[in-house]
C-alpha cells in the first residue's frame, strides 16, 4: 500500500507532465493520463499510450527512463516482457502503460478505470505560464570615446 503524504501530489503531477510531454514528443498516439488516486492503493495516475510498432514502444520506454530518471524519481519495476506489446513502468505514484493499438483495444484499461478522474493531456503538455518580466529602463547608449588622428603616412 502507498505511504507518501498526500495523494496527487505535487511531484506526482510534475512526474505525470513530464512522461505526457515525452510521450507526446515520441509520438505516441492516444494519450491519455487518468487519476485513479480514489480507486487505487498502488498509485495515483495511470498514464496511457499506444505505440505503432515493437521498436516505437521500445523507444518510448528508453524516453521515459531518462526523462524519469533526469527527474530523480526511482523507477520501482517494469515488465517489459519482449514482443508482448504492451510494456509497463512504475513509478510508484505514475504507472505508465505502453500498447500495441490491437492491445490496447483489447484490455481497454480505460473502461477498467471508468471512475477515473481524466486529466487533460492539452494543459499537461500546455507550458506553464511564467509572471510577466518588468520591462527594464532602456539603456543609455555609452558615447564613443574621441578617435585617435590617424597617424600620418611617411614619404620616402
Not at 79 to 94: C, H, K, P
Request: aromatic share 4%.
Amino acid at each position: 500500500m502507498k505511504s507518501h503524504a498526500s495523494p496527487r501530489s505535487p511531484a506526482a503531477l510534475d512526474l505525470v507532465r513530464l512522461c505526457a510531454k515525452a510521450l507526446d514528443e515520441k509520438k505516441a498516439g492516444d494519450l491519455r493520463v487518468l487519476d485513479v488516486s480514489a480507486q487505487s492503493s498502488i498509485t495515483d495516475f495511470l498514464v496511457l499510450a499506444t505505440g505503432t510498432s515493437e521498436p516505437h514502444l521500445r523507444a518510448l520506454r528508453v524516453e521515459l527512463e531518462k526523462v524519469i530518471d533526469a527527474s530523480g524519481t526511482r523507477i520501482v519495476g517494469m515488465e517489459l516482457a519482449q514482443e508482448s506489446g504492451w510494456l509497463v513502468i512504475d513509478a510508484f505514484d505514475v504507472m505508465v502503460h505502453l500498447f500495441l493499438p490491437d492491445l490496447r483495444e483489447k484490455y481497454q484499461l480505460e473502461r477498467l478505470w471508468k471512475d477515473a478522474v481524466e486529466v487533460s493531456v492539452p494543459s499537461l503538455l500546455a507550458e506553464p505560464r511564467k509572471p510577466a518580466k518588468k520591462k527594464a529602463a532602456p539603456k543609455m547608449k555609452a558615447a564613443k570615446p574621441a578617435r585617435k588622428p590617424a597617424a600620418k603616412r611617411r614619404k620616402n
